[in-house]
């Protein structure tokens, strides 16, 4: 046995041992190489190919790849279907299988080869793949899910032609080989089942329904507010009163130390209550019974009492002098 150098080689010597039959192909994802790549492999041989995503893979190619895959994609033993769920969550097929069904006209036996790798450059030369032979006790179960699968699916030879920059139309090269019977029709153009379109509608329907509760909710909202903002004004009109309010009386401002010294200027002192000096019976006796207190001379008009000195009784018209007239 010849030693398998990757996945693209597996995939071919699983050829060369089932001839003739039927090809059916599941991957998770392909590329404008990898249908290329199928197409001078199954030249002669009706092929059903399920991709789970068709998003990725057909928008960077060299021109020899796209010319293969577009020849690939237009011929009318081919049929490139897609299947994929969002009901309880995404959902899509991912499974990567090689099934060949058996050819009654030649007597030859199916066979089944499952693993890991898609159809791509990477998954075919560059990745770590690993792919076996079924036993065929499962050929029966594995080919009865392959075709329930294939069936929901939808068609996307349209789709994908126009993401190879090519338009859906016959080439003289394409090879034309009739359908295998016993297969259910081929879906022109990129339609899809009435289910989906069906799908599809509620779905749209669904995301406006959703689309108008949010505007609806926004503007309540905004409603709610505004009420909310002229009812506090309306109950701060009510509570407040009726008349002016009296402006709190501002306090008087502090005067400078000149204005408070000036306007005590202005404030005479009254003069003290003049004493009534107790009768004097003599003279000498009353003046030595008084403290004596020794001063400058007094001013014009005054005379003191006994020699210059001073009394201590003042004198009632200048209060701020010690001297009696």
């Known amino acids: 046995m010849p030693p398998v150098t990757g996945p693209a080689d597996r995939i071919e010597r699983f050829l060369r041992d089932n001839p003739s039959g039927t090809l059916w192909v599941a991957v998770g994802f392909a590329s404008a190489f990898g249908l290329s790549w199928l197409n001078q492999r199954t030249s002669g041989r009706p092929v059903r190919l399920l991709i789970g995503d068709t998003r990725t893979g057909f928008d960077k190619h060299k021109d020899t790849d796209r010319i293969g895959a577009v020849r690939f994609l237009q011929r009318s033993d081919v049929q490139v279907r897609s299947w994929y769920s969002k009901r309880g969550g995404y959902r899509t097929a991912h499974a990567k299988a090689w099934f060949v ?3 009654k006209h030649l007597g030859t036996p199916g066979s089944v080869l499952v693993g890991s790798a898609n159809l791509t450059k990477q998954g075919l030369f560059k990745n770590f793949e690993m792919l ?16 329930r699968v294939f069936q929901e699916g939808w068609n996307v030879e349209s789709d994908l032609l126009d993401k190879l920059g090519h338009p859906n139309q016959p080439t003289p090269q394409s090879p034309t080989h009739p359908p295998a019977r016993g297969h259910a029709p081929r879906h022109t153009g990129s339609s899809r089942p009435r289910g989906h379109h069906r799908m599809a509608t509620l779905s749209r329907i669904f995301k406006l329904w959703r689309g108008a509760a949010i505007v609806v909710a926004g503007v309540g909202i905004l409603l709610t507010i505004l009420f909310a903002i002229l009812a ?7 509570g407040s009163p009726s008349g002016p309010t009296p402006s709190p009386a501002s306090p008087a401002p502090p005067q400078s130390a000149q204005a408070v010294s000036a306007d005590q200027s202005d404030i005479q002192p009254s003069p003290p209550p003049a004493e009534q000096p107790p009768p004097i ?18 001013p014009e008009g005054w005379a003191p009492v006994v020699d210059g000195n001073a009394s201590s009784y003042g004198a009632p018209e200048r209060p701020d002098l010690q001297w009696v007239s």
Not at 232 to 238: A, K, R
Not at 282 to 295: F, I, K, M, S, Y
């Open 132 to 147: 076996a032979v079924a036993a065929p006790s499962e050929h029966e179960n594995l080919f009865a899910e392959m075709r």
């Open 281 to 298: 019976l003599d003279a000498q006796v009353a003046l030595t019974d008084r403290p004596e207190v020794r001063t400058s001379p007094p």
């Open 232 to 238: 506090i004004v309306m109950l701060g009109e009510l």
């Open 101 to 103: 069904e058996t050819d």
